[in-house]
């Protein structure tokens, strides 16, 4: 009679407490991002040219106008000047020309035409827009500066799990600021201008320095750039209350996992004497009519909600 009353409790109460707590409980709608418009860019026209040197493949892009080179320039940082190289005159389309890290050099133009094409402009201006997320990474790696460029430095040891694809320089360290354990990182360009600022791959050392005496003489430019990890994360400490500090085991009380006798079962297993008081199986206890009479409480008041 004990162990049926219990179960036709636990069956009622898991079919309806969920449909009175849904009931009860108010909605809430959950938070929203908005999403910032396109950013507003401005920048100075610095001069018009017929010819400049083209930058590498991965530096130029067919662009709808010269404003949308300006928005270009400035989600490609470094970028200190843009060239728009007008195209279709009546669409007002082009190509967008970026020089990541260098200056405007007016030496290396030629102005000897009838109608200069390359529109120079300044670095841009902009405002609004979507903000440039860390991602758990800190701002340092946004302009990441190399301490060494090098050629045949060896891979990580761990290279299957800490090799991995890149964007760029940028990218690259801020994948060894959000690893777990990273002491510097190495970026090798896998691009036609073999730029730091276009896609690679990327190699995270855990530990360690850079060592420069395990480079080879490079043969032409640069073909790997170092960087220190400009965010590390701090190594995590035992607190007294953590599971690996000492003595944390020790302190559990005995008396936590004493037997206090099973619920429902007459005295006579309890009792370690055997006396035949109270032994009776038909007979229930005082604490046991107890725990009976709850349930049926509670089971009436489930019938209830129901």
Not at 45 to 72: H, Q
Not at 142 to 159: F, H, I, N, Q, R
Not at 170 to 189: E, G, I, M, R, T
Request: a negative charge; aromatic letters at 10%.
């Amino acid at each position: 009679m004990k162990i049926t009353s219990l179960w036709a409790t636990v069956a009622l109460f898991t079919s309806c407490v969920p449909a009175a707590l849904a009931q009860a409980t108010p909605t809430t709608a959950s938070p929203t991002t908005a999403t910032s418009a396109t950013p507003t860019c401005t920048a100075s026209l610095i001069t018009r040219l017929c010819d400049y040197k083209e930058p590498g493949p991965e530096f130029a892009v067919a662009i709808e106008s010269n404003a949308s080179c300006w928005r270009y320039c400035d989600a490609h940082q470094p970028c200190n000047f843009a060239i728009f190289a007008a195209g279709n005159p009546y669409t007002g389309t082009g190509t967008c020309w970026l020089y990541p890290g260098e200056d405007f050099d007016k030496s290396a133009g030629n102005t000897d035409c009838g109608n200069p094409y390359l529109y120079v402009y300044s670095k841009p201006e902009c405002a609004g827009g979507s903000p440039t997320s860390g991602g758990g990474a800190c701002s340092a790696t946004a302009s990441p500066s190399a301490v060494a460029s090098v050629c045949g430095y060896p891979p990580p040891e761990d290279c299957f799990y800490s090799c991995i694809a890149s964007e760029g320089a940028s990218s690259c360290l801020s994948s060894c600021a959000k690893a777990d354990s990273c002491s510097y990182a190495v970026f090798n360009p896998h691009n036609p201008s073999n730029s730091p600022y276009a896609s690679g791959t990327c190699w995270v050392y855990s530990n360690g320095t850079f060592d420069a005496g395990s480079t080879t003489p490079c043969s032409g430019g640069a073909e790997q750039f170092v960087y220190n990890n400009a965010c590390p994360k701090p190594k995590p400490s035992l607190s007294p209350s953590s599971p690996f500090s000492s003595g944390a085991e020790s302190s559990s009380s005995p008396s936590a996992t004493a037997s206090t006798g099973t619920v429902g079962v007459g005295n006579a297993q309890s009792n370690p004497t055997g006396s035949s008081s109270n032994s009776a199986p038909g007979i229930l206890s005082p604490s046991n009519l107890w725990a009976v009479g709850g349930g049926m409480a509670l089971f009436t008041w489930l019938q209830g909600l129901c």
